[in-house]
């Protein structure tokens, strides 16, 4: 590796039969499929390209035109050009050694589900939508789930929903950015606040979020997910539920209540009575004492 030339490596992860490199831009490897690599004792295949590491020096992978191959790649630092399939997609490394620690099995990746609220479904240029991922701290996840435009996204349908997945490791190194595009020359802002947990985005904000309804909130659109509206969810809505109807038929007089016991009433006496007598008795005593009274002093 020198200024004007640089040697890149690749190891063969999928096992293909043959392993080409094909260049263009700063250095050229001929027509594709390109140069034939050459395998070293510990595995790696290599190849010299006569370029030093810029933006311009382009380079693809692959099985010898049977087929198989990488996406664009970029050999822009002389340390990163160390490349394989890591079980996730092709990445480029610094060294052998971090290469190699970072193969895993397809049984050890994760998938995260991504989705997106195309608000121009009904436009015909935008029935389409991609997604395309770049990122990493020095490039590693360019091209994570396919060259330019990405990876075309799934409608669901009755709905201006699309989801892909995405590897759940790397969305959780916040280095990713995505560009959703229709495939066909027009894409939208680049989405830089990627997150593990807020997986959900829309045509007019760079923003993401973490549920359908906060996406529906911004939109100003009442939630009609069908998914979150079924009506056997609602109890309160249930046919099966019929009212009870009390039958006397078959009420058991056991648990009926006693009647309250009989009270026997009582009229109390007019109150003309009741005076009266204490009245005869005042006028009584009032005479005998104004009597005496007389006595003593007339």
């Known amino acids: 590796m020198s200024g004007s030339f640089t040697t890149a490596y690749f190891y063969n992860t999928q096992g293909w039969e043959q392993v080409c490199a094909y260049s263009w831009g700063a250095a050229s490897l001929g027509e594709w499929p390109g140069t ?16 030093g590491a810029s ?40 060294s052998k050694k971090d290469a190699k620690a970072a193969i895993t099995t397809g049984e050890d990746v994760s998938y995260t589900d991504v989705y997106f609220y195309n608000e121009q ?61 229709n495939g066909n020359g027009s894409q939208l802002a680049d989405n830089k606040n990627i997150t593990a947990d807020r997986n959900f985005f829309t045509t007019s904000s760079t ?3 973490a549920s359908r309804n906060e996406v529906y909130e911004l939109l100003g659109i009442e939630d ?41 009433s009582f009229t109390p006496a007019p109150i003309v009575k009741i005076i009266a007598p204490v009245v005869k008795v005042v006028v009584k005593v009032v005479t005998r004492v104004v009597s005496i009274l007389r006595r003593l002093f007339w």
Do not use: C
């Open 36 to 51: 034939e690599m050459t395998q070293e004792e510990d595995g790696w295949y290599k190849i010299v390209l006569p370029a």
């Open 55 to 94: 933006e311009d020096l382009n380079i693809i992978f692959n099985n010898g035109n049977n087929g198989k191959q990488t996406s664009d790649m970029k050999i822009t630092d002389m340390k990163y050009r160390f490349f394989l399939h890591n079980g996730i997609g092709f990445q480029k490394y610094g």
């Open 121 to 181: 479904a009904d436009d015909e240029a935008w029935q389409n939508v991609n997604l395309y991922i770049y990122g990493g701290a020095n490039g590693e996840y360019n091209n994570l789930i396919g060259g330019w435009p990405g990876k075309n996204m799934v409608r669901e349908e009755g709905t201006n929903w699309y989801s892909t997945t995405v590897p759940t490791a790397a969305i959780e190194t916040g280095t990713l950015t995505y560009i959703f595009n």
């Open 207 to 209: 923003d993401s979020f």
């Open 224 to 264: 009609t997910d069908p998914a979150t509206d079924d009506p056997a969810d609602d109890p309160t809505d249930d046919p099966t539920d019929d009212p009870v109807i009390d039958d006397p038929a078959t009420d058991d007089p056991a648990t009926e209540e006693p009647a309250e016991p009989h009270k026997p």
